[in-house]
């Protein structure tokens, strides 16, 4: 079975970075390739959107950003970790939101599945 666990959310001051990570792992400690790693976050009262996401491919890894952070943020994959990374510069009150990590994760058992993290809350006070 495969797990997402994300880390990094807090309370963080506007201006201040942060750095949010999305751990992939097989419960029986298999092998794991993660293909395409997203986050998303949702504030209160708002629909959830994508705000990066990272794919991976044989002719070169592509990243894409929402506008909102294009310009401040970075997502990358560490494969020797399994680990999806985004970096947040200069956070602003309106990032505060829930962020959660989506993953197409190959494994040998269960070929390429998306799995959902639980989520991390991001707080930016002004």
């Known amino acids: 079975q495969v797990q997402l666990v994300e880390s990094g959310g807090g309370l963080v001051q506007a201006g201040k970075s942060l750095r949010l990570s999305c751990q992939v792992s097989v419960v029986s400690g298999g092998r794991v390739i993660i293909n395409v790693g997203t986050w998303y976050r949702q504030a209160p009262g708002k629909q959830r959107e994508s705000v990066a996401s990272y794919t991976s491919r044989a002719s070169g890894d592509t990243t894409s950003y929402s506008d909102a952070l294009k310009d401040r943020s970075r997502i990358s994959i560490d494969k020797d970790k399994n680990t999806v990374i985004l970096q947040v510069d200069n956070l602003k009150p309106e990032d505060t939101a829930v962020y959660s990590c989506?993953?197409?994760?190959?494994?040998?058992?269960?070929?390429?599945?998306?799995?959902w993290g639980q989520g991390t809350q991001v707080t930016v006070s002004s």
């Open positions: 989506n993953a197409n994760v190959w494994t040998p058992s269960t070929g390429s599945v998306y799995y």
